[in-house]
């Protein structure tokens, strides 16, 4: 009896198809790459929390003379800290800011914050800022031996895989200086006026109410709301500036270029706090200090 | 190909015997098939009802099933949940008396492969069937694999690879750090392949692949509308990976498309033939200045040269970790000596981290791209004397120049900021 079953192959056709992935976690080596930063004293860190403050708001002077003292005294400290509104919006611990290691772990395993853990930690070499003043006064003699004291050198043996910031520095201070750049000064301080605004301090940062503040500088603005939450998410400054109120400093100026800020807004209490410095970059003023508790602001 | 279905077809001749009466029987199809991790090296897929559901893709699940709903057929799970859903479905019997009976199988993983076998069982007595193709087999294998090293033989004739062993490593392109033993990806996981942001690829056995992955794609504000990202993809490749003379296939992954800390897996679901762990490069943006102690004397210590009392820093735009490949083989030990002597030793060899200072007022925009390109760049040229850096003929039309006569290339200063084309990393 004849018993024969055959098979035909059936055409073989290739598609890609997309799926969703499911992750299976797999166990590393867990060891910590980088030798954590020797902790600050308090006072130290604050005062290097201050003349970043005063760097990044554009009070070069008084920056300078904070940075400067603290070198003196305690040498080419690194200090590492979370911004106070970081805090606010982190659910869980945070790694510690000094320990580098943890925090590039928090960065790739997620840490709850609106932003990578990475961009959540300022870490602050005085000599960097120091030097970053100077560039910055247009002292770029000066700022040149301060990169140079960061180092390396331009020419000088350097040190592992990456781009120094002193090299980017120093030939910046150079091109500048054959450029014969000299930035611009400021007027006079008895030509500056106080403005009618209520501020607050934090982390250094003179932080205004955005309503008031837009009122007093001629900024037009309107806020985002998220309209199934009804919460404020964010506000639009001008035709194309934004800033965000959910824990991110990311912004844009109203050119609607990336601007980010060095301290994030927020809302507390129904008021928009921003940082006064941002806000009156955009409205065109360029000089700006706190005195006998007002602002005062330079001519445009 | 995942969820692809086949068909088979067996019948029974002659139709009727001597006598005249109809040669039909019970026709029963048999799956013996693989069993991988995932359906790629780096994705897996529970099932559509459930975890254990028979279209997941786990390592439980067999990579060839029959579909369990197939008109005419009673079709078998090898296994169950305590809830009572089959799964691994390898039996499927005809479920009328027949002389023939087609049937349906699925493909759950792109590497998988399986040997299917029909029988008959009649009033005659039962029997195997045979290909018509060869006769004297009894077996099919799913896909065609002439030589059994599981890899479709229409693969292998369509990438031609240096050799078909399914563990060799033989890319020879880019040379990269020197040697010619590949990108760590076995012949078989480049046949098998991975996801690529959602999208499933197999890679060139000819030429070394490097994957990366961003953790700076996070969108800047996307409550307010602002979608576009910290570190724009496109600061690490251009839509067909990098193109630049001598440079790597680069593809870049989702987080979620490698696993494991300080070391970023790509391949962490593999099974047979299997050589190592490949890694992906990590990018990082960073808010704080990007620092490492400086070792210059490579004694494996932290030194004090300007003796202020703590360990002297260098200060970085932006800072490679580790290497993809040649000391990527064993990559956290320490302090490792670097491959030129001069260079001293860095206490932080480890992950293939690209870590990018994101407040440096030049590293956003074309600079961004000029940055995470370069120390991607190190990650490949590892163990090039001084980590890659050389001098160009003009710093300006390469990524790997010599810091230290540094000035941007053109091209990445207005004229085309998205150009990518400098990248010349065998000098």
Known sequence: ?300 | MLDEDLSFTAWIEPTTDHKGNPMVGTIIFLLDSSRQPGHCLNACRLGSEGEWAWDGTTGCHDDFQFLPEQLGFTVLPRNQTPEGIGYNYDTAMSSLVTNVATVTVRCLDYGGWTYLMGYVIGFFGEGAARRIDAPDLFVVDIPVDKNENHIADYWEDLRDPPSRDPLSDDEDTPVGDGRTDGDGLSLYEEYRGLMKQGRWRDFDPWIKDMFVTNFGAVPRDPENGDWSFVIPNKAITSPDGFIGAGMPPLWLLNANEGSGYPLRVVNFLWGYAHRRDVYAAIVVPSWGEVWVYADRDGDGQPEDNDGDGDFDKIIYWGFTYGPIWGQARRPYEGFIPPPDPNWGNQPLWGPPVCEIDMNNPNSIGAGLIFVVGHELGHTVLWDKPAYGHHFAPSAQDCFMFQPTIVFWPTEFCGANPGCQSLWKLNP
């Open chain 1, 1 to 300: 009896m004849v018993k024969r079953i055959m098979l035909s192959v059936g055409m073989v056709l290739f598609s890609v198809v997309t799926v969703v992935m499911q992750g299976q976690g797999l166990c590393q080596g867990t060891g910590n790459p980088v030798p954590p930063l020797p902790k600050q004293p308090k006072e130290v860190e604050e005062q290097v929390k201050r003349a970043y403050a005063l760097f990044e708001q554009g009070q070069y002077e008084a920056a300078l003379s904070v940075a400067l003292k603290v070198h003196q005294q305690h040498g080419n400290v690194m200090v590492c800290w979370y911004p106070r509104w970081v805090l606010q919006y982190a659910k869980g611990n945070l790694p510690d800011p000094y320990d580098k290691g943890s925090i590039l772990r928090a960065t790739v395993e997620g840490s709850g914050l609106p932003i990578p853990a990475s961009m959540a930690v300022r870490a602050k070499s005085v000599r960097v800022l120091i030097a970053q003043i100077y560039e910055e006064i247009g002292d770029y003699k000066e700022a040149i031996k301060w990169y140079e004291r960061v180092g390396p050198k331009l020419g000088e043996k350097t040190v592992g895989p990456g781009i120094h910031v002193s090299h980017m520095g120093i030939i910046r201070c150079m091109q500048k200086l054959n450029q014969g750049y000299r930035p611009p000064q400021p007027p006079p301080k008895n030509t500056w006026r106080p403005l009618p605004l209520k501020f607050r301090e934090e982390d250094y940062f003179i932080l205004v109410p955005l309503d008031e503040a837009c009122k007093v500088l001629g900024l037009s603005f309107r806020y985002k709301v998220n309209p199934k939450t009804g919460k404020r998410t964010g506000a639009q400054i001008g035709e194309k500036g934004l800033i965000s109120l959910t824990g991110r400093p990311f912004a844009r100026n109203i050119k609607g270029e990336i601007d980010d800020m060095a301290y994030a807004p927020y809302e507390e209490g129904g008021v928009v706090w921003v940082p006064f410095y941002w806000l009156a970059k955009q409205a065109g003023i360029r000089w700006w200090e706190v005195r006998d508790g007002k602002i005062y602001v330079a001519p445009k």
